[in-house]
């Protein structure tokens, strides 16, 4: 008797333990970073971006989101990525045809909007970045832009106490370093979709076009999709519209990143999403109005060798159409998107 009861002492000793042990064991293990998954909205074509050396996380969003935020990433403090993507501007830069840079200069082309940049390939007016995760490193160390150095952008980010946590939070370990940034800053970007405008409502069954709104469409079906191919209202291709050079900025366009003649003065073409929030427009924001887009189509096209064929006839529209279409393009204002809090400046 004595000698069972010590067996079932002994027994439960040892389960016991192996629950503490194993108790430990758990409370050892932390949980990773949570996923997020990327939802592409109805009628969008497949991203093009590739989630799979970069999964989207809520801690790796978030890092992107303060990083975006953080003028630390400028050589004086006072440029963050935000001061010239505003979001109330669908992050272009409100009212401004150049943005301001360090030291009182001035970039050399219009910021456009940031949003839906998961279907783009390459990047800027000519294309001359090619992937997301390094387009931060041109703005952050243009002596016009940003003004700053990675590596000492990197040696603030660590001496910030807050974070070594977020990138451990986001990637496992405290380590912060360059591809890290650029990674979270990817993260944040990519996740910036702009899908819940009335058009998208019409398109999705969800709402209807006023008659003005439904002819303006029609026009713009006719004589605009081509190149503003819809959902993404863009073809993201090069075309030279019918613009001259411009005497100081001296802008070739896409040539700058090719070298070939036949790619002098083209420009990618630019989303309508959101257009009546992103003005100025054109790559050096020449004009400040839709009616100054139009009257250039109607009647400032310079011919060219490189001019697209589209445009050798100009795009001629009557005072009622032009208000239709105008009715049409109010319809492609996201208000959803420039006050979604999810894209706001961390507090």
């Known amino acids: 008797m004595k000698k069972k009861l010590l067996t079932i002492l002994f027994l439960c000793a040892g389960a016991i333990a192996w629950m503490q042990v194993n108790s430990c064991k758990k409370n050892d293990t932390k949980a990773g970073p949570t996923p997020v998954t990327f939802t592409t909205p109805p009628g969008f074509p497949v991203p093009q971006y590739s989630f799979t050396n970069n999964p989207l ?159 303006g469409y029609t026009i713009f079906q006719n004589k605009c999709a081509a190149c503003h191919k819809e959902p993404l209202l863009t073809d993201l291709s090069y075309r030279n519209n019918g613009m001259d050079l411009h005497p100081f900025l001296l802008d070739n366009g896409r040539m700058r990143i090719t070298n070939k003649k036949e790619d002098s003065l083209k420009f990618k073409v630019p989303s309508l999403r959101n257009v009546l929030l992103t003005f100025p427009y054109m790559h050096d924001g020449r004009f400040y109005s839709i009616d100054q887009v139009l009257n250039h189509y109607a009647t400032g096209i310079i011919s060219s060798p490189t001019l697209d064929p589209l445009l050798t006839n100009k795009i001629v529209l009557t005072t009622t159409e032009r208000t239709q279409l105008k009715a049409f393009l109010t319809t492609l204002t996201d208000s959803v998107f420039i006050a979604d809090k999810r894209f706001a400046q961390p507090q």
């Open 57 to 215: 996380t809520q801690e790796g969003i978030s890092l992107g989101r303060r990083l975006f935020y953080d003028g630390q990433l400028s050589k004086d403090g006072n440029f963050p990525c935000s001061s010239c993507h505003q979001q109330f501007a669908a992050f272009a830069t409100f009212d401004h045809d150049l943005s301001h840079g360090f030291n009182n200069q001035f970039t050399t082309r219009n910021s456009p909007g940031i949003f839906n940049l998961a279907w783009h390939t390459e990047l800027h007016w000519d294309g001359g970045i090619n992937h997301i995760e390094v387009q931060p490193l041109a703005p952050i160390t243009a002596s016009n832009e940003m003004a700053e150095d990675i590596g000492t952008v990197i040696n603030k980010l660590k001496a910030d106490n807050k974070y070594p946590a977020q990138f451990k939070a986001a990637f496992g370990t405290e380590e912060v370093n360059s591809q890290r940034m650029l990674k979270a800053l990817a993260q944040f970007m990519v996740t910036m979709v702009s899908a819940n405008s009335k058009y998208d409502k019409v398109r999705n069954g969800q709402a209807s076009f006023t008659n003005t709104e439904q002819s």
